[in-house]
């Protein structure tokens, strides 16, 4: 059974850090697509960063490039999300999702990230 838990959230002050976390059950995280996505109160949920199998590709938003960074232990079955210079903009529960071969697409539960001071 896939299984993906995200943590690392909390509340944090603008221009503080955090750094998410994502663990992969169920499935091996080399045979995956991994990306992380946020959604923001009355707004859709939308793509933050995205990481190919063995880390070849990385994309990111517009809005996060240079703030954020995506990586990947395969060794450890988990995906992580550094953000760094966190603005009041970046508040969303913030979700992981695996695009595995074979399994389809699965999304976590979801972790609460707030900037405010």
């Known amino acids: 059974q896939v299984q993906l838990v995200e943590s690392g959230g909390g509340l944090v002050q603008p221009g503080g850090s955090l750094r998410l976390s994502c663990a992969a059950s169920?499935?091996?995280?080399?045979?995956?697509?991994m990306s992380w996505h946020r959604q923001a109160p009355g707004k859709e949920r939308e793509l933050v960063a995205r990481i190919t199998r063995f880390g070849g590709e990385i994309n990111y938003a517009d809005s996060v490039k240079g703030r954020f960074t995506i990586s990947r232990d395969n060794g450890k079955n988990t995906v992580y999300l550094q953000m760094n210079s966190l603005k009041s903009e970046d508040t969303a529960v913030y979700y992981c999702?695996?695009?595995?071969?074979?399994?389809?697409?699965?999304w976590g539960q979801g972790t609460q990230v707030t900037v405010s001071s």
């Open positions: 999702n695996a695009v595995v071969y074979g399994l389809g697409s699965h």
């Open positions: 169920g499935f091996s995280l080399s045979s995956s697509v």
